[in-house]
């Protein structure tokens, strides 16, 4: 009986460790046909993206798009001796810092002189030009420098003109596709209206971006013309006065012309009449008394 449960417990033994090399293998054949877990941490990153270097150069792009815009403008006004003089001055002086000139007026009259000039500087260079400009001027009439925000109008005006082209395309797209002429003509309406629209945005927008660029300056400079004589002053307004009356004169003879004519042969007629009359009498005989 011994020798039977030991044999028994044996053939247990062995066929536990026989059922044990089964099923090793197996468990490896599944493990090394089973695909690999899922890269849970690459797809993450796929649908958010990693944060730093993108982030840097989306904020990068955004400040760019709202970076401050401002327009420059400004008006001075000032007494100079020599008005020739400044005005080289201050033509040399766009002139050098790569500005243009809008408008040159010239302004004489009998008590002074003056001239307005506007000029377009860029926007960098304004301070460095008025400097120059006004060189050795230290009495201001009159001093004004305004600088207007109009970030939120660029960025404005710019999100429109985009959006406006996006529609633009999208209908392009459609009329590529249209199958019928009534659809066709209807496209091409919109976009008709769209290109204008776009061309009218364009222009403000390229109006507003010159604005920003260029500051422009307003420089009016004047000088007095006083008369030395008080005397010449008053020949000179008493010839004025002599010439209006004469224009006046004539204006009123102008008017009366007609009695003057009637006037002027009346005159004739009497002074014909009156010769005739000494010459008739010229010419009768004389009586003598014996």
């Not at 030009?129 to 420098?145: C, E, M, N």
């Not at 005397?231 to 003879?253: K, P, Y």
Request: proline share 4%; with cysteine.
């Amino acid at each position: 009986m011994k020798k039977l449960a030991i044999i028994a417990i044996i053939l247990t033994l062995a066929g536990c460790s026989a059922r044990q090399n089964e099923s090793a293998p197996a468990v490896e054949v599944d493990l090394t046909a089973m695909p690999p877990a899922p890269p849970q941490q690459t797809m993450e990153a796929i649908a958010s993206p990693e944060p730093e270097p993108r982030s840097g150069s989306a904020a990068d792009a955004s400040a760019e798009k709202v970076a401050q815009k401002f327009i420059k403008t400004g008006r001075i006004e000032f007494e100079t001796e020599d008005v020739d003089l400044t005005r080289e001055t201050i033509l040399a002086s766009v002139k050098a810092n790569g500005g243009y000139i809008g408008r040159d007026d010239e302004e004489r009259s009998g008590s002074a002189i003056s001239y307005t000039i506007v000029a377009h500087v860029p926007a960098a260079r304004f301070e460095t030009f008025l400097s120059s400009a006004t060189k050795g001027v230290t009495d201001f009439r009159h001093k004004s420098i305004s600088n207007e925000d109009v970030t939120a109008q660029y960025v404005d005006t710019e999100s429109r003109l985009k959006t406006k082209k996006e529609i633009e395309n999208r209908y392009r797209a459609l009329l590529i596709k249209a199958s019928t002429v009534q659809d066709i003509l209807e496209i091409e309406e919109q976009l008709g209206e769209i290109r204008t629209d776009i061309e009218a945005t364009e222009a403000q927008f390229k109006q507003l971006n010159r604005d920003v660029k260029y500051a422009t300056l307003h420089i009016v400079f004047f000088r007095d013309i006083q008369t030395s004589s008080p005397f010449l002053t008053e020949i000179a307004d008493a010839l004025g006065e002599g010439a209006d009356n004469i224009r006046a004169f004539v204006i009123v003879l102008a008017g009366i012309w007609p009695f003057v004519l009637l006037a002027i042969g009346l005159v004739i007629a009497l002074s014909w009449f009156k010769k005739r009359r000494e010459a008739s009498r010229k010419a009768a005989p004389s009586l003598e008394i014996p």
